[in-house]
C-alpha cells in the first residue's frame, strides 16, 4: 500500500500535518512547485523516502546551526549533498549585500613629485616657437642651416649660443652638412615635448639614441664647436693637434666636478644640481676664456698639460709610477703612488695591465692634488687611503701611510711626531662621529680635511702646515667672500712661472730651441704623423712645441 505523504488530503493528519520548512526562504517555492507538480496521482515510494529524508535533515539543530552561520557570513563546509541546494542561497545573499564604496586610491590625494625630464611649464606655447624657428630659416637658401647659421637658430629656439653645436648634430648636420626646416622643427617639437628644462634639453640633445645620460665622448662635438668658433680660442685654429688635448681637459675637468656619482655617466639630476649650464650661458658674454676658470679656462689646460709633459719622458702620453713619483720633487709616497696605480681612482684596465695611467686620469691626479678642499678631492684621497674598501679609515691604514713619512722626515733630519701623538692631533682635527675609524662624511664636514690628507702622504705640504698654527689654518678656510680655490691659486701661479721661464728663454729638459717662432713650431708638428691619433688614448707630437708659446702670444692673436 501506497503511504500517503504529509499534508495530503488522504493523509490521516489531514492538511495541517505539512511540515513548516527550515530552511530560508528561497527554497520555499521549489518544495510547492514540486508538491503541485506531483499532485494528483501517487508517488513512488522511493520519492516518499527521499522527501522524508529531507525533511528529517530540516529539523536537524545541527543543520539549523550551519544555515544561521551562513546568514551572518560564516563560511563553512557542508557535505556534497547540500551544496547544490544552498548555492542559490549563497548567491541571493551576495546579490542583496550592500555593496561599500572602495576608498579612493591615496595616488589621488598625493600631487607629482617626480619630474626626471623637468617639470612641465604651461607657459610654454610650443606652437610660438616652432613659428618662429620657421621664419628664421627663411633667411637661408632653400630653408636649409648649415653650421655658421645655427648661432641665428639657437636664439630662435631660446637657448644660449653654444648650444648651436648639439642642436646642429641632434637634427643630422653632422651627417649631410646642413639640416632642413622640416626636420630640425620635428627634432625640436619633440624635444620640448618631452624635456621641460635646460638640462634635460641639453642632454637630451648630446646623449646617444636609447641612453639617458651623457657619457665622455659626448661632449666631443660642443666642445670642438666651442674650439672652433670662441674668440678666446682663435690662436688655436692653426694647430689642430691641441683640439683634442684641450677638449680632454675639458671632459675630464666636466666629469670630476659635475658626476658626483663617479660612475662616467652624467645624468640630467647631476647637471642640474651643478653650474655647468650657466657657464656654457657665460661661454657667450665673456670673450676671455680664461675667466670661466670652473671648466673651459685655457690657462689651465696649459698648467695641466706642462705639468703631464714634464712626467711624460717618452711622450706617449702615459706614465707610469716612476714618472709620476717625480711629481713635485717627490712630495707624494711611495705607498701612496701605489695606491693610485692600484685602480682604486683610476678607469678602464690599461692600469692594471700595463701600469700606466693616462692624460685624463692626470687631470683628476692634479686637481686633487693641488686641492684637497672640494668634495671630489676629498672622495679621490678618502679611496685611495681606504685599503680594504670598508668604508671608513681604520687606526691601521692611518699607521700604514705615516710609517713612510717618519722614515723620510728622519732621512731629512727631522725629528717626526710619534705616531699616537700624530694620531690624536688628527682625531682632534676631524673630529670623527665613531671612535676607533673616520668616515668620508667625518672628512668632509672638516674643513682641514687638506691638512689631513698632507700629514700622510704628502712631506712638502705637511712641513708647510707645520710651520703654520692650526688657528691661522683654520681662518683661512672660514674666510668669506669670493676668494680663489687651492686649485686656482695653484693654476696661477704656475701659469706665472711658465710664462717666466719663456720670457727668459729658459729651455725645457727635451730641447727648446728660443729662435723658433710660435708658428713654427706648430707647423713643424703638424708634420708629424703621430698629430693624428684619437681624441683621447692616443699620444700626439708635443716633443717640438711649447705650450706657453701661445699663452704668450694671447694678446696679439684677439681678435680685431
Not at 693637434?241 to 659635475?258: C, D, K
Not at 655617466?265 to 676658470?293: G, K, M
Not at 713619483?325 to 683610476?346: C, L, P, Q, Y
Not at 712641513?463 to 686656482?488: A, F, I, M, T
Amino acid at each position: 500500500m501506497e503511504r500517503a505523504e504529509p499534508g495530503h488530503p488522504d493523509c490521516p493528519a489531514g492538511p495541517s500535518c505539512r511540515p513548516e520548512p527550515a530552511g530560508p526562504g528561497p527554497a520555499q517555492p521549489r518544495e510547492r512547485e514540486r508538491e503541485h507538480s506531483a499532485w494528483p496521482g501517487p508517488r513512488r515510494p522511493m520519492r516518499a523516502d527521499m522527501r522524508l529524508r529531507e525533511l528529517s535533515l530540516r529539523q536537524d539543530p545541527d543543520l539549523r546551526q550551519e544555515l544561521a552561520s551562513l546568514a551572518r557570513g560564516c563560511d563553512f563546509v557542508l557535505p556534497s549533498r547540500f551544496k547544490k541546494r544552498l548555492k542559490a542561497f549563497q548567491q541571493v545573499q551576495v546579490q542583496t549585500k550592500k555593496e561599500e564604496p572602495l576608498p579612493p586610491a591615496t595616488s589621488q590625494s598625493i600631487p607629482t613629485f617626480y619630474f626626471p625630464r623637468g617639470c612641465p611649464k604651461d607657459t610654454v606655447n610650443i606652437d610660438a616657437v616652432i613659428t618662429e624657428i620657421e621664419q628664421t630659416f627663411t633667411q637661408f637658401p632653400h630653408e636649409r642651416a648649415r653650421m655658421e647659421d645655427m648661432g641665428r637658430v639657437a636664439k630662435a629656439c631660446g637657448c644660449p649660443l653654444y648650444w648651436k653645436g648639439p642642436l646642429f648634430c641632434s637634427a643630422g648636420g653632422e651627417r649631410t652638412g646642413s639640416v632642413s626646416v622640416h626636420k630640425f622643427v620635428a627634432m625640436w617639437r619633440k624635444t620640448l615635448q618631452n624635456c621641460h628644462d635646460d638640462a634635460a634639453k641639453f642632454v637630451h640633445l648630446l646623449m646617444n639614441p636609447g641612453c639617458n645620460y651623457l657619457a665622455q665622448e659626448d661632449f666631443i662635438p660642443f666642445l670642438q664647436d666651442v674650439v672652433n668658433t670662441h674668440p678666446g680660442l682663435a690662436f688655436l685654429k692653426e694647430a689642430s693637434e691641441f683640439h683634442s688635448r684641450y677638449i680632454t681637459t675639458v671632459i675630464q675637468r666636466i666629469f670630476y666636478t659635475v658626476n658626483r656619482s663617479w660612475s662616467g655617466r652624467i645624468t640630467c639630476a647631476e647637471l642640474r644640481r651643478s653650474t655647468f649650464l650657466q657657464n656654457v650661458a657665460l661661454l657667450e658674454e665673456e670673450a676671455d676664456i680664461n675667466q670661466l676658470t670652473e671648466y673651459f679656462s685655457y690657462e689651465h689646460f696649459y698648467v695641466i698639460y706642462c705639468k703631464f709633459w714634464e712626467l711624460d719622458t717618452d711622450h706617449d702620453l702615459l706614465i707610469d709610477s716612476q714618472d709620476l713619483a717625480r711629481h713635485n720633487d717627490h712630495a707624494i709616497s711611495t705607498k701612496m703612488i701605489e695606491r693610485i696605480f692600484s685602480g682604486a681612482v683610476t678607469r678602464g684596465r690599461k692600469v692594471q695591465k700595463e701600469g700606466k695611467i693616462s692624460y685624463a686620469d692626470f687631470v683628476w691626479f692634479l686637481i686633487s692634488e693641488e686641492d684637497k678642499k672640494t668634495p671630489t678631492s676629498i672622495e679621490y684621497w678618502f679611496r685611495c687611503m681606504d685599503l680594504d674598501g670598508d668604508g671608513a679609515l681604520s687606526m691601521f691604514e692611518l699607521e700604514y701611510f705615516y710609517e713612510e713619512q717618519c722614515r723620510r722626515l728622519d732621512s731629512m733630519a727631522i725629528e717626526a711626531l710619534p705616531f699616537e701623538d700624530c694620531l690624536c692631533q688628527m682625531l682632534d682635527l676631524v673630529k670623527p662621529q665613531n671612535e676607533g675609524k673616520i668616515t668620508l662624511h667625518d672628512l668632509k664636514k672638516c674643513k682641514l680635511a687638506n691638512v689631513f690628507f698632507d700629514t700622510f702622504f704628502n712631506i712638502e705640504k705637511y712641513l708647510d702646515h707645520e710651520q703654520k698654527e692650526q688657528v691661522s689654518l683654520l681662518r683661512e678656510s672660514e674666510s668669506e667672500g669670493p676668494e680663489l680655490s687651492d686649485w686656482e691659486k695653484y693654476a696661477a701661479e704656475e701659469y706665472d712661472i711658465l710664462v717666466a721661464e719663456e720670457a727668459v728663454g729658459e729651455p725645457w729638459e727635451d730641447g727648446y730651441e728660443a729662435e723658433l717662432s710660435p708658428v713654427d713650431q706648430k707647423l713643424s708638428s703638424l708634420r708629424s704623423p703621430l698629430a693624428q691619433r684619437p681624441f683621447f688614448e692616443a699620444p700626439s707630437s708635443l716633443g717640438t712645441v711649447e705650450l706657453y708659446e701661445y699663452a704668450c702670444e694671447d694678446e696679439d692673436l684677439q681678435p680685431s
